[in-house]
Structure formats: C-alpha cells, structure tokens
C-alpha cells in the first residue's frame, strides 16, 4: 500500500476528486473540511502526507501549515499545497509556510501522483 494522505479540503467537489485519483493509485485517504479537523486529525492518527488546501475557512493552509511545522513530530511531514492562486508573489508566501511543494488547480492528476510518489515510500 502506497500509504495514507490527509486531504484537508473545504470543496466537496475537489475532495471527491482528489480522493478518487488517491483511491485509484490505492493510497487510504482521511478527508477533513477545515484546517481545524484536520489539526485534530493529525494529533491522534498516522499520515505519510497531507494535501492543503490553502483558501480555507477559519485558520487558513498557510496557518495550517505553520501549526503543523511548530511540531517536531510533523517537521518532515510532507505536506503538499493545493491552490487556485497563480500570482506569483502567493507562490512564495505559501512556500514560505512551510510546506514541501505546491500544486495548483485544477490538479494535474499525474504531477500530483508524481509528487506523492517521490515523497511518500510505499510500505
């Protein structure tokens, strides 16, 4: 089994979406709808990534992401940002959070399955 993403994502239809893409490739996914489930989700369970949404409401990805980083734990989790903001200087700022690498919307089914290929060792 290839291993177990966290999809936090406040979209119902993008978390269908990324979650049949995951399924497909037979990864196990946990979805939550805000940063603060998914928060939670990560103090009691075990994940070899996390997709963020960044435009969330409450904390938004990039708070998120600073929450998870402020963990030593969570310091090398892979955490891959999904956004629908293509201005460059919001590239750098969500970089700039902490996370591993970013992907925008609409998801490239294939970028994203390479990207978790290389940071997430199957078991």
């Known amino acids: 089994m290839p291993g177990t993403i966290l999809v936090i994502e406040d979209n119902p239809d993008n978390r269908k ?13 946990v979805c939550a709808e805000t940063a603060e489930e998914g928060l939670e989700l990560l103090l009691d369970n075990h994940f070899d990534a996390v997709l ?5 409401p409450g904390i938004d990805g990039k708070e998120a992401t600073r929450r998870i980083r402020a963990q030593p734990r969570w310091q090398e989790l892979p955490i891959l940002a999904l956004t629908a903001h293509a201005i460059k200087g919001e590239h750098e700022s ?4 902490g996370v591993t690498d970013l ?3 609409p998801l490239d089914e294939g970028l994203l ?6 940071l997430v060792p199957s078991r």
Do not use: G, N, P
């Open 17 to 29: 979406l990324v979650t049949w893409i995951l399924e497909d490739e037979d990864y196990e996914v």
């Open 52 to 56: 963020m949404d960044i435009s969330l």
């Open 94 to 97: 969500i970089l700039a959070s």
């Open 103 to 105: 992907l925008t919307k």
């Open 113 to 118: 399955l390479e990207q978790l290929s290389t």
